[in-house]
């Protein structure tokens, strides 16, 4: 099957019926109605529409080497330049779409699953079949073109360092059995963004390597599961999509991204979707010898770029509008941004620029200058928002909405709320979209997901330091202290 459209995508997810609860009642409904799912579903359809525009198809695509059909360009394991620099301008057409907002734009995990099914013989070391396995589900979901979500951590309740789970009640998700049909899991898992709004989910280990001691195998594990599977459940928090207008919630009503708990009740995962079971060595290999770090992190920034570029053009145009652009801190703050796009970039090119192939012959950016941008994002994209407050001050808050503009105060509001370009209405409509990106609920777990959605950024910072080879600059102190003074 070729690369989805939005309708077909909607259909797909409508038909799951997965088990999703919200505000204490189960979805029966179709999900694409639901209040708190509509506006992202609807947003997601229009990223899968793109793939079929007659002037984007052949960036959007590529012919799959399988089935000869067009199937979308984030599945693509690039073989040289021109296929990295595919995916690059494939991931900002969609990015774009959503002002960088969809952090798990489906793009995200397909470029992850791209990265597990290229180096699939990684997991021979736990049996041929969870290898074939891990290469044949890449090549189900990218013929499908499925939409994923995943959950890569565990629940939140101790994270001292030598904690183990002593619970009389399984809280982690384990392999508590294994029979004829599959491995049976229990437990929970955090934290599945677009937990509703996916085809499938991807259970994968925490990034956290396993301690090699008895008692860690059940926590071994790699599987996936369509979200309609007996005993999945996905508890979504309360949603930050409140069903007000484009007006209103410009970002909020377009792209509320669901977060949502996974429990497992006993879930039999069938043994041709298990990927890991128990191997703890396979288990910590996984991440650092896949190209997981190399193509993930070009995806996120890659995306990160466009959605600061959208935030600069946002802060312009309020600049403009109530007329503050001659002043020096204004300058020294926009400039702020602009070094803050311009590094993204940099990270990007370098990373594109010494690519290499990699062990399993796909064309692999170089992840030291991603990483490094994913040290970087989280701590520029608060300050950005920061910014936007600081330019904006009272206009942040003199936002009254669509139903007062259509009210019998519009004229007085068209006056009193006028900017230096617009009348008042123009003027509230782009102050409320800087509202909800930088104050509303919507904006503020825009903060949170750039903060942590890759990761603790303290123990990223360790992976950092761990990876990047620094051995040459030493000897170069060492050479230098060794010469005689002259
Ligand atoms: C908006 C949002 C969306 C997300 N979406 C997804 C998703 O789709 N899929 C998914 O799998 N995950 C997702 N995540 C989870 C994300 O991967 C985690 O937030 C991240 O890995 C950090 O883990 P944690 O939240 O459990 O924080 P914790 O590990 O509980 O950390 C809490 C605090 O303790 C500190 N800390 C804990 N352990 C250590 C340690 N060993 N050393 C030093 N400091 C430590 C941390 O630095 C932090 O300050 C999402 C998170 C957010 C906020």
């Known amino acids: 099957m070729p690369a989805v459209n939005g309708q077909q995508y909607i259909e797909r997810i409508d038909q799951l019926k997965a088990n999703i609860w919200y505000e204490g009642k189960k ?16 947003s997601q359809a229009k990223l899968y529409d793109l793939q079929h525009h007659p002037d984007l198809i052949d960036l959007m695509t590529w012919k799959s080497d399988t089935t000869g059909n067009r199937i979308g360009t984030s599945y693509l394991p690039p073989r040289n330049h021109e296929d990295l620099e595919k995916r690059r301008l494939a991931i900002q057409e969609w990015a774009k779409l959503s002002c960088g907002m ?24 736990q049996s041929m079949e969870c290898a074939q396995n891990m290469k044949k589900y890449y090549e189900y979901v990218r013929e499908n073109d499925l939409a994923l979500t995943h959950t890569f951590i565990q629940p939140q309740v101790n994270r001292a360092s030598f904690y183990i789970e002593e619970s009389p009640e399984i809280i982690a998700a384990q392999i508590v059995d294994e029979n004829d ?15 509703g709004t996916t085809d499938e989910i991807i259970v994968f280990p925490s990034g956290a390597q396993l301690p090699q001691i008895s008692g860690t195998a059940p926590y071994a594990y790699a599987f996936a599961i369509p979200n309609n599977t007996p005993g999945l ?24 991204e669901m977060d949502t708990i996974v429990v497992f009740d006993r879930v039999t995962v069938p043994w041709d979707r298990v990927f890991i079971h128990g191997s703890v ?13 190399s193509h993930t992190t070009h995806q996120i920034i890659c995306k990160n770029v466009i959605k600061t570029e959208f935030l600069l053009g946002l802060m312009q ?20 941004v602009i070094v803050g796009i311009e590094a ?7 990373s594109e620029k010494q690519a290499k192939m990699n062990q399993w012959g796909v064309f692999s950016p170089d992840p030291n200058p991603l990483l490094a941008a994913t040290q970087y994002y ?98 170069r102190v060492n050479d230098f202290l060794q010469k005689d003074p002259d």
């Open 27 to 42: 979805i029966t409904g179709k999900i694409s109605e639901h209040p708190a799912f509509k506006g992202v579903i609807k």
């Open 102 to 125: 969809l952090g798990r734009s489906p793009d995200y995990m397909n470029t992850a699953l791209m990265t597990f099914g290229t180096s699939a013989k990684i997991l021979e070391d």
């Open 181 to 195: 049909d599959g491995i049976v899991i229990h437990g929970a898992r955090l934290l599945a963004t677009q937990g």
């Open 233 to 256: 459940k996905f508890m979504t928090r309360e949603s930050f999509d409140y069903g007000k207008s484009t007006f209103d919630h410009p970002l909020g009503s377009r792209f509320e």
């Open 281 to 293: 060595p396979v288990n910590n290999r996984l991440y650092n010898d896949s190209g997981f770090f």
């Open 317 to 336: 145009k309020m600049i403009d509008e109530i007329n503050v652009g001659e002043y020096q801190h204004i300058h020294e703050k926009i400039s702020e």
């Open 344 to 350: 993204m970039k940099g990270f990007i090119y370098s």
């Open 378 to 475: 989280p701590k520029i994209y608060p300050r950005f928002v920061e910014i936007i407050q600081l330019i904006g001050a009272s206009g942040l808050v003199s936002i009254p909405t669509e139903a007062d503009f259509k009210s019998e105060l519009k004229p007085e509001l068209d006056l009193y709320l006028q900017s230096s370009q617009s009348k008042g209405e123009d003027k509230v409509r782009l102050f409320r979209l800087a509202w909800d990106a930088c104050m509303s609920a919507f904006g503020s777990r825009q903060v949170l997901y750039e903060r942590f959605f890759f990761g603790d950024p303290v123990r990223l910072a360790t992976n950092l330091y761990n990876k990047y080879n620094r051995k040459h600059f030493v000897e």
